[in-house]
């Protein structure tokens, strides 16, 4: 919370600055002023202000305020949570995009963090997975594996 006229910087500086800075915080922004015009209230939301209080500010009404406050920043908590989630079918591996189409995980990431895989088998599933095929083919294993075991 903070008061449109502080000597120094103004309330409505301050709340530009703190918008500017971005990050991953979320700031709720109250304002208290006297000057209580439909064109400063259009101001302080232009600026970033959250909310405008009227002074002098009722304790009361404060309460109300900042309860909603602490509403919407627990909502936007679970939001960002909830963005950090990505739809994987437990079976295929294929992953939801945003437009709840499926796709191979290596293309989701590729198209969403640049990220490049390279293929390889984990010892489970060579065990699991390749051993039995190589002996189907009656190829050793260990001969396949380059004598590792």
Not at 36 to 65: C, H, I, Y
Not at 80 to 88: A, D, G, N, S, V
Not at 116 to 142: N, T, W
Request: glycine residues 10%; proline residues 4%.
């Amino acid at each position: 919370m903070s008061d449109w006229r502080m000597p120094g910087i103004d309330g409505l500086g301050l709340c530009r600055m703190i918008r500017e800075r971005g990050g991953d915080y979320v700031y709720f922004i109250l304002i208290s002023s006297n000057r209580v015009t439909k064109e400063n209230r259009q101001l302080a939301l232009e600026s970033g202000v959250d909310d405008f209080l009227t002074k002098p500010v009722d304790a009361d009404e404060l309460g109300m305020r900042l309860h909603v406050a602490e509403r919407i920043l627990g909502l936007s908590a679970q939001v960002k949570q909830l963005e950090t989630f990505i739809p994987i079918c437990g079976y295929c591996k294929k992953i939801r995009n945003d437009r709840k189409y499926w796709q191979e995980i290596e293309t989701f990431f590729s198209q969403h963090q640049g990220t490049k895989f390279s293929h390889g088998v984990c010892p489970d599933c060579y065990e699991r997975e390749l051993v039995p095929q190589l002996e189907k083919l009656g190829i050793d294993p260990a001969a396949a594996r380059g004598g590792e075991s």
